[in-house]
């Protein structure tokens, strides 16, 4: 999906809706969790948008449960 980037763009974490309620988290930009949600509204679960840069997001994808960090590890508040 292409989608003209704006200015300031925001990133969103969700979990993954693959064959449980509990798959994977995921990261992608806010146009992107926009469209998902218009094409299958509520399909997948948000952890967290208004996420203001891609690693930032990619912790908090790695540290919430359903993450892949490594037991222990937590991402620091803000």
Do not use: Y
Not at 26 to 42: I, K
């Amino acid at each position: 999906m292409k989608h003209q980037p704006s200015s300031i763009e925001f990133w969103v974490v969700f979990k993954m809706k693959l064959s449980g309620p509990e798959g994977p988290n995921a990261v992608c930009d806010q146009a992107e969790w926009d469209e998902m949600e218009r094409l299958n509204p509520g399909r997948h679960t948000l952890v967290r948008s208004g996420i203001s840069s891609e690693p930032e997001a990619e912790r908090l994808a790695r540290s919430a449960p359903g993450g892949t960090a490594p037991k222990g590890v937590t991402l620091k508040a803000r």
